[in-house]
């Protein structure tokens, strides 16, 4: 009776493959809600909070917190999902070493160039943007060690990432029942005061403890594969709960940092779950094949695209105008178009450049053709 089996392994097999597909998608989708969320608007402080309830307030608050910020919950699933077989696989010394280098090196470089350009405009008077104000400043704009960065504010994603991969070996020794202990209890600290600056976003390590567990009950194939209607319907209820805290939260004295903190959670992690559901549909189209050829181009865009906005965005908002003006919706929309174009072009130069910088700085992803003498060798 062997074609059973070969069947139930081909499935196998096809399965892996569309997972791998499907991280891929999601990782694309979620690198343009990053980018999204730090879309340039013109305006700070009390100027654009005063849009919030305006036309292009609204679209951009929808955008944003509606969808946009589910991208750093399903990246931090993913990357728990992925942590136990390359452990496994490399280490513990090798594994750490190399997140190492392919993920906190990155960081504190591209940190590193973000202070010489977007601050050296800055001081040159091309931009408004952060300059050093000390030495204490400057550590922590390298390293986010003590609070979030001024100028690649999302850098912090990395550096929880890193702490988490560190803790990675102990994690994955722990029972399902503990990790979700875990997630919780990382939940509780985020919504707590700050006290400790291990984990600037404490829930990074709680969703990349639950991926530990998807993992281990093999539920990435089945939550994507869900009926739409099961995987839409807990995200229009949370979508519910937002707008009425918004609207009579105040009023009915439920706005607490507490109730506030807990639905955007369970918000961010309904569309989470949304995106990761597309995803999976995406993985065997034709769409889907597109957007995975961008994918080793997302960590770099990542890491680039708040330059590219701080020095980009004023110089193209003289044209558009800042959020409020009638041109601004067609810039917004299209701001990740654009600062992956810029990303890719970066990513070129580098890789003509110095191949060894390239790869370093995109954390691996980037690595220069085979030439046709190493091809046919």
């Given at each position: 009776m062997p074609r059973p089996v070969f069947q139930e392994s081909h499935i196998l097999v096809a399965e892996r493959a569309r997972l791998s597909r499907a991280i891929a998608i999601a990782r694309v989708l979620c690198i343009v809600g990053i980018v999204y969320v730090h879309a340039w608007t013109g305006l700070w402080g009390p100027a654009l909070t005063a849009l919030d309830r305006t036309p292009q307030g609204l679209m951009r608050w929808g955008l944003i917190e509606?969808?946009?910020?589910?991208?750093?919950?399903?990246?931090?699933?993913?990357?728990?999902?992925?942590?136990?077989?390359?452990?496994?696989?490399?280490?513990?010394?090798?594994?750490?070493?190399?997140?190492?280098?392919?993920?906190?090196?990155?960081?504190?470089?591209?940190?590193?160039?973000?202070?010489?350009?977007?601050?050296?405009?800055?001081?040159?008077?091309?931009?408004?943007?952060?300059?050093?104000?000390?030495?204490?400043?400057?550590?922590?704009?390298?390293?986010?060690?003590?609070?979030?960065?001024?100028?690649?504010?999302?850098?912090?994603?990395?550096?929880?990432?890193?702490?988490?991969l560190a803790l990675a070996p102990l994690l994955v020794r722990c029972p399902d029942r503990v990790l979700v202990a875990i997630a919780a209890g990382a939940i509780g600290w985020g919504l707590a005061p700050p006290l400790l600056p291990l984990l600037l976003r404490p829930t990074i390590l709680a969703f990349f403890a639950l991926g530990i567990v998807v993992r281990r009950r093999d539920l990435a194939a089945r939550l994507g594969a869900m009926p739409l209607v099961r995987v839409i319907v807990p995200y229009a209820v949370m979508v519910a709960v937002k707008l009425a805290l918004d609207i009579v939260g105040a009023s009915a004295g439920l706005d607490t940092p507490v109730v506030t903190g807990l639905?955007?959670?369970?918000?961010?992690?309904?569309?989470?779950?949304?995106?990761?559901?597309?995803?999976?549909?995406?993985?065997?189209?034709?769409?889907?094949?597109?957007?995975?050829?961008?994918?080793?181009?997302?960590?770099?865009?990542?890491c680039v695209h708040l330059i590219l906005i701080w020095c980009a965005g004023p110089a193209i908002g003289a044209l558009t105008g800042p959020i409020g003006a009638p041109l601004y919706p067609v810039f917004f929309l299209v701001q990740p178009a654009l600062a992956l174009g810029g990303a890719l072009v970066i990513g070129r130069l580098l890789v003509r450049l110095s191949p060894p910088l390239a790869k370093v700085l995109s954390g691996g992803r980037l690595v220069p053709p085979p030439s046709r003498g190493t091809a046919a060798g």
């Amino acid at each position: 009776m062997p074609r059973p089996v070969f069947q139930e392994s081909h499935i196998l097999v096809a399965e892996r493959a569309r997972l791998s597909r499907a991280i891929a998608i999601a990782r694309v989708l979620c690198i343009v809600g990053i980018v999204y969320v730090h879309a340039w608007t013109g305006l700070w402080g009390p100027a654009l909070t005063a849009l919030d309830r305006t036309p292009q307030g609204l679209m951009r608050w929808g955008l944003i917190e509606l969808l946009a910020r589910s991208s750093v919950p399903l990246l931090s699933l993913i990357s728990g999902w992925l942590v136990g077989p390359s452990l496994a696989r490399r280490g513990t010394r090798s594994f750490i070493s190399g997140k190492a280098r392919t993920v906190l090196l990155p960081m504190v470089l591209w940190n590193a160039i973000a202070i010489v350009v977007v601050s050296g405009a800055a001081w040159l008077g091309w931009l408004y943007a952060p300059q050093p104000t000390s030495w204490v400043w400057l550590f922590n704009e390298l390293t986010g060690a003590l609070h979030p960065n001024e100028i690649n504010v999302q850098m912090p994603f990395l550096r929880d990432l890193f702490v988490c991969l560190a803790l990675a070996p102990l994690l994955v020794r722990c029972p399902d029942r503990v990790l979700v202990a875990i997630a919780a209890g990382a939940i509780g600290w985020g919504l707590a005061p700050p006290l400790l600056p291990l984990l600037l976003r404490p829930t990074i390590l709680a969703f990349f403890a639950l991926g530990i567990v998807v993992r281990r009950r093999d539920l990435a194939a089945r939550l994507g594969a869900m009926p739409l209607v099961r995987v839409i319907v807990p995200y229009a209820v949370m979508v519910a709960v937002k707008l009425a805290l918004d609207i009579v939260g105040a009023s009915a004295g439920l706005d607490t940092p507490v109730v506030t903190g807990l639905t955007d959670i369970a918000l961010r992690a309904a569309t989470a779950w949304c995106f990761w559901a597309l995803a999976w549909r995406l993985a065997n189209r034709q769409l889907g094949e597109r957007l995975m050829r961008l994918e080793p181009a997302m960590f770099l865009l990542f890491c680039v695209h708040l330059i590219l906005i701080w020095c980009a965005g004023p110089a193209i908002g003289a044209l558009t105008g800042p959020i409020g003006a009638p041109l601004y919706p067609v810039f917004f929309l299209v701001q990740p178009a654009l600062a992956l174009g810029g990303a890719l072009v970066i990513g070129r130069l580098l890789v003509r450049l110095s191949p060894p910088l390239a790869k370093v700085l995109s954390g691996g992803r980037l690595v220069p053709p085979p030439s046709r003498g190493t091809a046919a060798g």
